[in-house]
């Protein structure tokens, strides 16, 4: 053993492991050191011993793997309220059980003014969605809005409709509609994107302590799942009002993250980007960047905003180049004119702030693709790094566009799957041709372009990012092997790429590469331990992995009852 005078002695030493670092040359190692938060050693078993002082902690990893903390690029913490707190119908199979559990929450909370939560599905329903007449049933005497587990349409019964104002004479607000019973003509119940706003502007927002409620839940959940940081993309301007797209409920979610960040509540790492207005074009971009300019904290910052071009493929909103199949003159639209689009992309760019799109169908992709272009061309270069999410439908001629503007892609990886969803909307409304170049992938990073994996959480419940990665790679419904399963097959991703994707490119999309995404020297210690190395196992199995122990900044935020590792 060499010289050891000079070096301090570590807060927490782990050894023996299989540390996969995620760093520039994916390289491994055995043992790293951790001293502040921040990981001062990374190497062999041997050098790490002069690190060992009298009050450090050891945790003999006998082998296991430990991998950076998980990045989920692209989510909704505090929206997950809706989840948490109200009435939760995600995974629920019929309007029969859906309702059952409306009534059951219904005569738990007999005093609360509004019956709110949410997760249905447009599966159970036709087209024009679910009835308030249902929903009267259950909940007569106060308004309820139950949002859809996409978060793009609400289900609303009578009094909610009542105190909106709204009737046969209201017309659907742009890129808004109203779903209407074909006799009367009368709203029957399904308000979706922008005419969420009628219900969303005339009902109260959730509490402040219930957002913390939420937010604190979802933590526990995420540090269970190796997650470390995360990207909150549907933060709402404090004096949030006009057009919001549904989620004025969310109205008081920053002032949610202030108070947590005030009294250092944070166990993970949070960024995020405020929703845009799309009437409002580029007259919000002062506010915008004011809000991010007194977000500092370092478990909370803004990175700029989230800028919805459409909805989604299930409410046949997404916006699409060809018609959808069960509706041959339909192809929805942009929620943003092209000329606003285009403004607003360039003003916040040149404010070097990033803009983080949501585009579902090809057409919005190209909204999105050309408002960069336009962006590019005033401001000369980006003035920084712009996200696409979802990639549902992409026209993939249009790919290399974005690698050629830098654009980083994050997708769902969770949703590259067949199974009832192909079946009952892929097929119907795509057709089989866009139904089976749904999600790409591989082709992206064979176009160079990076991809930051996300969950859209709670749109997808639970979302550990173990099953992100699996299905990444495997593209298939768990537990099958027919290959006629296989969603896409040729976009399938490797491990490495995946457990990337959900690492280190998360950090660039989130500008946080400096402090996480690989186990570096200089670095925050975010790390999870696993049961077994991913490298080793079937990708099967990649899934049912368990995560034994979750770091965030040095310090333990969840352990596995079957891991004893720390050894003092
Ligand atoms: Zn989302």
Same mark, same amino acid.
């Given at each position: 053993?060499?010289?050891?005078?000079?070096?301090?002695?570590?807060?927490?030493?782990?050894?023996?492991?299989?540390?996969?670092?995620?760093?520039?040359n994916?390289?491994?190692?055995?043992?790293?050191?951790?001293?502040?938060?921040?990981?001062?050693?990374?190497?062999?078993?041997?050098?790490v011993?002069?690190?060992?002082?009298?009050?450090?902690?050891?945790?003999?990893?006998?082998?296991?793997?430990?991998?950076?903390g998980?990045?989920?690029?692209?989510?909704?913490?505090?929206a997950?309220?809706?989840?948490?707190?109200?009435?939760?119908?995600?995974?629920?199979?019929?309007?029969?059980?859906?309702?059952?559990?409306?009534?059951?929450?219904? %005569?738990?909370?007999?005093?609360?003014d509004?019956?709110?939560?949410?997760?249905?599905?447009?599966?159970?329903?036709?087209?024009?969605?679910?009835?308030?007449?249902?929903? #009267?049933?259950v909940?007569?005497?106060?308004?309820?809005?139950?949002?859809?587990?996409d978060?793009?349409?609400?289900?609303?019964?009578?009094?909610?409709?009542?105190?909106?104002?709204?009737?046969?004479d209201?017309?659907?607000?742009?890129?808004?509609? &109203?779903e209407?019973?074909?006799?009367?003509?009368?709203?029957?119940?399904?308000?979706?994107?922008?005419?969420?706003?009628?219900?969303?502007?005339?009902?109260?927002?959730?509490?402040?302590?219930?957002?913390?409620?939420?937010?604190?839940?979802?933590?526990?959940t995420?540090?269970?799942?190796?997650?470390?940081?995360? *990207?909150?993309?549907?933060?709402?301007?404090?004096?949030?009002?006009?057009?919001?797209?549904?989620?004025?409920?969310?109205?008081?979610?920053?002032?949610?993250?202030?108070?947590?960040?005030?009294? #250092?509540?944070?166990?993970?790492?949070?960024?995020g980007?405020i929703?845009?207005?799309? %009437?409002?074009?580029?007259?919000?971009?002062?506010?915008?960047?004011?809000?991010?300019?007194?977000?500092?904290?370092?478990?909370?910052?803004?990175?700029?905003?989230?800028?919805?071009?459409?909805?989604?493929v299930?409410?046949?909103?997404?916006?699409?180049?060809?018609?959808y199949?069960?509706?041959?003159?339909?192809?929805?639209?942009?929620?943003w004119?092209?000329?606003?689009?285009?403004?607003?992309?360039?003003?916040?760019?040149?404010?070097?702030?990033?803009? *983080?799109?949501?585009? &579902?169908?090809?057409a919005?992709?190209?909204?999105?693709?050309?408002?960069?272009?336009?962006?590019?061309?005033?401001?000369?270069?980006?003035?920084?790094?712009?996200? &696409?999410?979802?990639? *549902?439908?992409?026209?993939?001629?249009?790919?290399?566009?974005?690698a050629?503007?830098?654009?980083?892609?994050?997708p769902?990886?969770?949703?590259?799957?067949?199974?009832?969803?192909y079946?009952?909307?892929?097929?119907?409304y795509l057709?089989?041709?866009?139904?089976?170049?749904?999600?790409?992938?591989?082709?992206?990073?064979d176009?160079?372009?990076?991809?930051?994996?996300?969950?859209?959480?709670p749109?997808?419940?639970?979302s550990?990012?173990?099953?992100g &990665?699996?299905?990444?790679?495997?593209?298939?419904e768990?537990?099958?092997?027919?290959?006629?399963?296989?969603?896409?097959?040729?976009?399938?991703?490797?491990?490495?790429?995946?457990?990337?994707?959900f690492?280190?490119?998360?950090?660039?999309?989130?500008?946080?590469?400096?402090?996480?995404?690989?186990?570096e020297?200089?670095?925050?210690?975010?790390m999870?331990?696993?049961?077994?190395?991913?490298?080793?196992?079937?990708?099967?199995?990649?899934?049912?992995?368990?995560?034994?122990?979750t770091?965030?900044?040095?310090?333990?935020?969840?352990?596995?009852?079957?891991?004893?590792?720390?050894?003092?």
């Open positions: 053993m060499g010289d050891t005078s000079g070096i301090k002695t570590a807060d927490l030493v782990m050894k023996n492991g299989r540390i996969y670092t995620v760093d520039r994916k390289s491994w190692s055995e043992a790293v050191a951790v001293t502040d938060k921040m990981i001062v050693y990374v190497g062999d078993s041997d050098g011993e002069s690190y060992v002082g009298p009050d450090t902690q050891v945790i003999d990893l006998k082998g296991k793997m430990v991998m950076p998980f990045i989920d690029s692209h989510m909704h913490i505090s997950v309220t809706a989840e948490g707190d109200g009435v939760a119908l995600a995974n629920l199979p019929t309007l029969e059980a859906y309702l059952e559990a409306i009534r059951t929450y219904v %005569t738990k909370c007999p005093n609360q509004v019956i709110d939560g949410g997760g249905w599905g447009n599966e159970p329903f036709p087209p024009i969605g679910p009835r308030k007449e249902d929903l #009267d049933t909940v007569p005497d106060r308004p309820a809005s139950l949002m859809s587990g978060g793009h349409s609400v289900w609303v019964n009578s009094k909610a409709i009542e105190m909106a104002g709204v009737t046969k209201t017309p659907n607000p742009p890129g808004g509609v &109203i209407r019973d074909p006799d009367t003509g009368e709203p029957s119940g399904t308000f979706r994107e922008n005419a969420m706003d009628l219900i969303y502007n005339v009902l109260p927002p959730f509490p402040v302590d219930r957002l913390k409620r939420g937010i604190h839940s979802y933590m526990k995420a540090a269970s799942e190796g997650i470390t940081t995360v *990207h909150d993309a549907l933060l709402l301007m404090p004096d949030a009002e006009g057009t919001l797209l549904g989620y004025g409920n969310l109205r008081n979610n920053i002032e949610a993250f202030d108070q947590l960040t005030a009294n #250092d509540e944070l166990t993970l790492r949070v960024r980007t929703l845009t207005d799309p %009437t409002k074009g580029a007259g919000q971009v002062a506010a915008l960047k004011a809000q991010c300019a007194i977000h500092k904290h370092p478990h909370f910052q803004l990175t700029g905003a989230k800028v919805f071009i459409d909805g989604v299930e409410g046949s909103t997404a916006y699409l180049v060809e018609p199949r069960h509706m041959p003159d339909f192809r929805s639209e942009s929620l004119e092209t000329d606003i689009a285009n403004e607003t992309f360039q003003e916040i760019d040149a404010e070097n702030l990033q803009i *983080h799109v949501h585009a &579902i169908g090809d919005a992709v190209k909204v999105s693709l050309d408002a960069l272009e336009y962006a590019r061309e005033k401001n000369g270069t980006l003035q920084t790094r712009h996200l &696409i999410t979802h990639l *549902h439908v992409v026209d993939y001629a249009d790919i290399p566009r974005f050629d503007l830098g654009v980083i892609g994050v769902q990886t969770f949703w590259h799957l067949k199974g009832e969803y079946d009952e909307i892929s097929l119907p057709g089989k041709e866009r139904a089976d170049a749904q999600y790409p992938m591989k082709s992206f990073l176009a160079g372009v990076m991809l930051a994996a996300a969950s859209d959480y749109v997808t419940v639970p550990p990012p173990l099953v &990665i699996m299905l990444g790679i495997t593209r298939c768990p537990g099958s092997s027919n290959p006629d399963d296989v969603l896409n097959p040729k976009e399938k991703m490797t491990l490495e790429e995946m457990i990337e994707s690492t280190i490119n998360g950090a660039i999309a989130n500008f946080v590469e400096d402090i996480t995404g690989s186990i020297v200089g670095k925050m210690a975010d999870v331990i696993l049961e077994k190395n991913l490298f080793d196992i079937p990708e099967t199995e990649i899934a049912d992995t368990k995560v034994l122990m770091l965030f900044e040095g310090t333990p935020v969840f352990t596995d009852p079957s891991f004893q590792g720390i050894e003092k």
